[in-house]
């Protein structure tokens, strides 16, 4: 393996770019207990992609942004038409 000097980045290969990483499954109860229900196929097949997640993300916050000025505009609004 060849020594890394301090500040490279670690190497990656093109084909695992952007490949889904499968969400981890629920470990069995420690004390041998079995799980309440058995997951059922759907939750076992959740995959999500990293830029999905931070992309779901910031839609988020900028819906909440939005959201905030809008009911600043319309406080605004009221108040100058009150007066």
């Known amino acids: 393996m060849a020594a890394r000097t301090p500040g490279s980045s670690i190497p990656t290969s093109p084909a695992r ?6 969400c981890p499954r629920r470990e069995p109860d420690p004390r041998g207990a079995p799980p309440t229900r058995p997951p059922t196929p759907e939750e076992e097949r959740i995959v999500l992609l990293s830029r999905v997640a931070e992309n779901a993300y910031w839609a988020g ?6 959201e905030s000025t809008a009911r600043l505009v319309k406080t605004h609004t009221e108040l100058f038409l009150d007066l």
């Not at 916050?61 to 939005?66: C, V």
Request: hydrophobic residues 15%.
């Open 17 to 22: 770019r952007g490949t889904p990483t499968p």
């Open 61 to 66: 916050r900028y819906l909440e942004r939005a």
